[in-house]
């Protein structure tokens, strides 16, 4: 029923964990981000930003022609809305479960992925903007965690907020983070890591690309100087 358009990077592995944990058919169609896929005219059709995922639904609901779909929060809740998986059925809940979905989309990932820049790819340190996203990243971590020593999960059951989240967390690693600075976070990683479902997902992108940090030239121009446009964070 679905193709999927991906990568693994943090955004890729979203959308492989909600149609892992949803039991859906798909195909995957790697779009090599080192290698300027995503710059492709006929993958720009599918994400006009030249950003992966994408997502195409060859029998939508409707019963009308193939749909096609980019940005992973839009993803995200496209599919939990058609399948009615992954999303609270109460109304305070699907609050909820958007209000922390926009956080990552908006604020979480951007900023994680800043981090990561700064850190692992810029071509000259910039110390002002390490410490700037250094700490804007542990701030959010610090929010992350008084959410879940409230609550199980953010939007009270499992659900997209939380598949959202979880591909940042997954890479704390390279953002500078120790998980043991934030517990509840610790305990909620955990908890969804160890689901067959989520590991299936991780599985999925293993034996393609590559360390990012190790890039080419050409690689790096392609990722973050396309034709003298920054991408700050393609992932």
């Known amino acids: 029923m679905y193709q999927l358009f991906y990568w693994p990077t943090p955004n890729g592995h979203k ?29 720009l059709r599918l994400s006009p930003s030249g950003k992966m995922p994408a997502l195409i639904d060859s029998a939508p609901a409707d019963g009308q022609a193939p749909l096609s779909l980019f940005e992973s929060g839009a993803i995200l809740l496209y599919l939990a809305q058609r399948h009615q998986q992954l999303w609270p059925t109460e109304q305070a809940q699907q609050l909820q479960c958007l209000s922390w979905l926009f956080w990552q989309v908006s604020a979480f990932g951007p900023m994680c992925g800043q981090n990561a820049h700064f850190r692992r790819y810029a071509p000259m340190p910039v110390p002002y903007a390490q410490d700037r996203y250094a700490r804007e990243v542990r701030r959010l971590y610090g ?22 989240c979880h591909p940042w967390v997954h890479c704390h690693q390279p953002q500078g983070i120790d998980l043991a600075d934030f517990p509840a976070v610790a305990r909620w990683f955990a908890e969804i890591g160890a689901r067959p479902a989520v590991q299936r997902a991780y599985q999925r992108g293993e034996g393609l690309g590559g360390d990012l940090a190790q890039l080419s030239g050409d690689a790096w121009r392609r990722l973050f100087a396309n034709e003298g446009q920054a991408l700050a964070c393609p992932l």
């Open 143 to 164: 929010v992350l965690d008084t959410r879940l020593q409230q609550q199980r999960f953010l939007a009270g059951s499992y659900s997209i907020a939380d598949i959202a």
């Open 15 to 43: 959308i492989t964990l909600a149609l892992e944990e949803m039991g859906l058919p798909y195909t995957l169609q790697p779009v090599d981000i080192g290698r300027g896929d995503q710059f492709d005219p006929d993958y």
